[in-house]
Each structure stands twice: as C-alpha cells, then as structure tokens.
T-cell receptor
Framework: NAGVTQTPKFQVLKTGQSMTLQCAQD?????MSWYRQDPGMGLRLIHY???????DQGEVPNGYNVSRSTTEDFPLRLLSAAPSQTSVYFC??????????????FGAGSRLTVL | GQSLEQPSEVTAVEGAIVQINCTYQ??????LSWYQQHDGGAPTFLSY????GLEETGRFSSFLSRSDSYGYLLLQELQMKDSASYFC??????????FGTGTRLQVFP
C-alpha cells in the first residue's frame, strides 16, 4: 500500500454523526477513487476524481461527499452516518503502467462501524 | 445496468490448477483486470487483458474473449498462500473500474 495513506484504520460512530475519512498519496497521480466493500458485494465505487478540482459520482454516492483541492488529498465525508454505511472503505490511486491498463493501488482500508 | 458474475467460492488442493471465470455486462468495455485480496488486506493488481487471448505472469494467466464477454484467471501449481479472494474488474467507457463480487479460493494441503 506504499504511496496511499488512509486514516483512521478503525472508527466507530453513532447514527447521525459526521466524520471524514482521509486519503493522501505521494505519487502525484491524478486519478483517485473511493470504494466500499461489504461481504458478498465486492468493491463498489463511491466517488472518484480525475484531478484537483474535479470529482464525479460512482455507483453508490448517496450519503457521501468528496472534494479534491490538491492532487495529494482526497477526503471522503459522511454527512450523517447511518448503520447501512458500516463497511470497509478503500481509497485508491490509478496508474497506467502499460497502454490501457488502469491499475489501482489501494490504501490499507478504513473499517467503519455505525451503531 | 452493469454486472460482473463470478463464482462465489472455489476449492482446490496444493499443486492443482484452478480456473476462476468472469462474465460481464457493462456500458462500454476497455479491458478486464484481476485483483487478489487476502483476508484483512487490500486488493492488489494481478493482471490485465485488453485484447482477446491469454496473458501469462508466472503461475497466473488471464484470458479474455470479448465476443463472449468472458474472461478467466488461471492459477497453476497452487500454493497455500494463494488462498484469497479474487476479483475481476472491467474498465467502462467512463474510465471507471467496476468490480465483480469476488471468488473466494481455498487451497487445502
């Protein structure tokens, strides 16, 4: 997971609380994304960004906000946490080591529990 | 809608060969990737196919047939450390990676 740092690793929230999951990279990649992973559901894209100042929605964006003020940072905000947002969250950067191959490098993950 | 289908679980013994299939239906197709994830860890990239045919990387190979919207990951000479979940992923026209639900591989001695 070198190059992609996620914090916190674990977090417990109460319903209705807000929080921000941090993601930072030191590899100067333009493309960053957030996925959530639930048992039996695989990885689902929440939001992504193709560069500073540009963000877009993925498959499951509701309840989450993102911003990209710098190339390095891509925080994910939960505005009012719900039990359905209990999940493991992964931040990823994208590189293209060979033509057309968009390779994701993931952070170590943030395990969130909403009570 | 977009969907990628994989078997939920596969079991095999050490030294054997196992094939994990993936069929996809997505809005645009720009390549099929495979990722490995050990329990408690993050997914890591294994292979990528943009064109039909077989790509080999050591003990792992990946195959793609675009006309059949189908691909597979082939793992040879299985080792205990290969026990993990394997995900196929398709790059769609919006340049997003859409993942399948994953196949859990258990390797027994």
């Amino acid at each position: 997971n070198a190059g992609v740092t996620q914090t916190p690793k674990f977090q417990v929230l109460k319903t209705g609380q807000s929080m921000t999951l941090q993601c930072a990279q030191d590899m100067n990649h333009e493309y960053m994304s957030w996925y959530r992973q639930d048992p039996g559901m695989g990885l689902r894209l929440i939001h992504y960004s193709v560069g500073a100042g540009i963000t877009d929605q993925g498959e499951v964006p509701n309840g989450y906000n993102v911003s990209r003020s710098t190339t390095e940072d891509f925080p994910l905000r939960l505005l009012s946490a719900a039990p359905s947002q209990t999940s493991v969250y992964f931040c990823a950067i994208q590189s293209t080591p060979k033509a057309g191959a968009n390779v994701l490098t993931f952070g170590a993950g943030s395990r969130l529990t909403v009570l | 809608g977009q969907s990628l289908e994989q078997p939920s679980e596969v079991t095999a013994v050490e030294g054997a060969i196992v094939q994990i299939n993936c069929t996809y239906q997505t809005s645009g197709f720009y390549g099929l990737s495979w990722y490995q994830q050990h329990d408690g860890g993050a997914p890591t990239f294994l292979s990528y196919n943009a064109l039909d045919g077989l790509e080999e990387t050591g003990r792992f190979s990946s195959f793609l047939s675009r006309s059949d919207s189908y691909g597979y990951l082939l793992l040879q000479e299985l080792q205990m450390k290969d026990s993990a979940s394997y995900f196929c992923a398709v790059r769609d026209r919006a340049d997003k990676l859409i993942f399948g639900t994953g196949t859990r591989l258990q390797v027994f001695p």
